[in-house]
């Protein structure tokens, strides 16, 4: 996948993607042990990808965030309230009120949903991971299970 790929990815996607990855064929346990490299590098290019832009979105987040509350508080300068396209506000928040606005503050909750989003795919990706590195578990059961009912009918 390339990374354009890996960002235009869903959440739901991802785990449809991991749902047909997942699948063991159990006739077949060399052919998917030699795959799991190969299935372990995909997700982990997608974690490594989606971790960095989940720090980044973080990065951004607190800077819109502390520009809100300048534009909320009265202390932003016009020349940013005209860069970003926001008219004056008319009030003055006060400090203990701040947090209430911030939090309502529909350009922050699109940083937010942004934050989240690399977080979830990150997330996914790491439980995605910890079950791949459990693979190795499933195919030495399987092969000891196919031993145990080869003895039976021998």
């Known amino acids: 996948m390339t990374e354009d790929e890996i960002m235009k990815l869903t959440l739901n996607e991802l ?6 990855d997942a699948k063991i064929d ?3 346990i060399g052919e998917e042990s030699l795959k799991t490299s190969a299935i372990h590098s995909k997700y982990l290019k997608i974690l490594a990808l989606h971790g960095a832009k989940h720090r980044e979105a973080l990065r951004a987040r607190a800077k819109i965030r502390q520009l809100r509350q300048a534009y909320y508080d009265g202390s932003i300068d016009q020349e940013t309230e005209e860069k970003y396209g926001w008219k004056p506000f ?3 928040v006060l400090r203990t009120d701040m947090e209430k606005f911030l939090e309502a503050d529909d350009i922050v909750q699109k940083a937010d949903v942004r934050v989240s989003r690399h977080e979830d795919m990150a997330e996914t990706c790491k439980a995605i991971i910890k079950e ?13 299970w196919q031993r145990l009912m080869a003895g039976f009918n021998a």
């Open 15 to 20: 785990t449809d993607h991991w749902a047909i």
């Open 26 to 28: 159990y006739n077949a």
């Open 90 to 92: 008319p009030y003055k």
């Open 132 to 144: 791949i590195g459990n693979r190795s578990y499933q195919f030495k059961a399987s092969v000891d």
